[in-house]
């Protein structure tokens, strides 16, 4: 059962007001132990940083990775028939389908990285509003999808990992970013599913159209979500609050994903500490929303195809991370001799 619940827009504004922090103690003890393990200190590099990020948020000494979870949340937006994609909305439920038959990247991934896969389509005959006319959810859809997200976690989940799927959503996360960071539309647009420059064009048009109609309301962030989102972004930022109340660390995929829980900076500018981005995406308003979210992502391998591909591969890294925290001799132990 979720620790948090969404029921009117000021449910998230509450709880986005009083987040936990993380362990101080279970920091300064990992960051301890990094310094008497075999090897000059630091020469681990990010991995160190990554357990000692994983023990401050688990509240643990040596963090633990036995039950991480990967959600797809999956959702379709009614601005799709604006021709922002190379794909029909259809593809949105015929990927669902994939998922759960097990033939789709993230089935591959999360296989490798030994980590659940849970995929939660999200009303999908039913798309958001095209939010060139009207806000995408109403206030009550909105704090639905908040809520499935939330209610997505499974109990005794140590990490998650969140990626979504849903032909449109590009332009929703670009839409999101522009809300959250301002600057102009051909900041935060991209090619998506691979869209040529009539596409980028129509995205661009689209976010401008946008922004112009709800920017006057977009002062939380909960506006940000319900008015330019999709369900499958507000299930993110639910999943994330909900993560960060039960001290459950996050990996975030790639440009959807972190456009989504960025919504959350609105409120509260320490709303993701618990959380990394995985890869930068090859979407290019990713890196722009790693920047001003003061991010470095674990990877860069030119990934953008979402489903939580790339918070699947960073996975590994952190088990690597925590393999070496958790395992390697101290110099006591080992009988080594310290550095003079």
Known sequence: MSKVAFSTAADLSAALASLPECSEDSLVLAKARQDQLTKPQGSLGRLEELAIWMASWQGKEKPQLNKPVCLVFAGNHGVTARGV??????????????????????????KLADAELKVIPLDLDNPTKDFTSEPAMSEEECCAALQAGADAI???????????????????????SNAVFGGTATDWIGPGTGVGEEGLSIKRDVVNEAI???????TTAFECLRT?????????????VEARVRGVPVLLDGFIATAAASALVKDNPAALDHALISHVSKEPGHKRLADNLNQ????????????????????????????????????????VSTAS
Do not use: C, W
Request: no cysteine.
């Open 154 to 176: 499974p109990q005794g989940t140590d990490l998650i990992m969140l990626g979504e799927m849903g032909i449109g959503n590009t332009t929703a996360a670009a839409a999101v």
């Open 85 to 110: 994609s190379a794909y029909p909305a259809e593809v949105t439920h015929q990927m669902v389908l994939n998922f759960e038959a097990g033939g789709a990247a993230i089935n591959q991934l999360t």
């Open 296 to 335: 470095r992502p674990v990877l860069d391998l030119d990934m953008r195809l979402g489903e939580a591909s790339g918070a699947a591969v960073a996975l590994l890294i952190v088990r690597a991370a925590l393999a070496t925290h958790n395992g390697m001799a101290t110099f006591g132990e080992a009988g």
């Open 228 to 240: 330019v989102g999709g369900r499958e972004l507000a299930a993110i930022a639910g999943a994330v």
């Open 212 to 218: 112009a109609l709800h920017k006057d309301r977009q």
